[in-house]
């Protein structure tokens, strides 16, 4: 079966995120006050799995072996 | 009012985006057949703005003169 798969990963609360600072600055300059900017990686791919329990199994396996570095990042997986 | 305001800005179609051919091929190396695999950046923000139209209009602002580049990028907008 074949599954669409969303992943976003972000950095960890309390790490610095100088491109989300250097935005937040960008768009005060454009005359805007925004809060609490944050940034993400997102990959949307099409899987081939057994089920759909199988498929986030390997989506989270995805995510630890290759995408996410567990010691800043976060990642949300949708498996629709 | 505030609104949460997610951007997702990706590479339009037939764009070539060697990253996304990277990350298909390591996929694959880990043994996972993956396909229309593609990567995009996201912006999550609080923005103070007079209504929910006008914090759209506001976003779609902030896309086009700093985070995306129409010429390559499509991007969504999410208003909460």
Redesign the interface.
């Known amino acids: 079966m074949?599954f669409d798969?969303i992943i976003?990963i972000?950095l960890k609360e309390g790490m610095l995120n100088p491109e989300?600072e250097a935005?937040?600055r960008?768009?005060a300059h454009?005359g805007?006050?925004?809060?609490?900017?944050?940034?993400?990686?997102?990959?949307?791919?099409?899987?081939?799995a057994g089920d759909k329990e199988n498929a986030e199994e390997?989506t989270r396996?995805?995510c630890e072996?290759?995408?996410a570095n567990p010691v800043i990042h976060k990642y949300e997986i949708e498996v629709i």
Do not use: Y
């Not at 805007?32 to 081939?48: G, M, P, S």
């Open positions: 074949k798969i976003t972000s989300a935005i937040r960008a768009i454009l805007h006050t925004t809060e609490h900017l944050t940034t993400a990686d997102q990959f949307r791919f099409v899987l081939d390997i396996s995805i072996r290759l995408l």
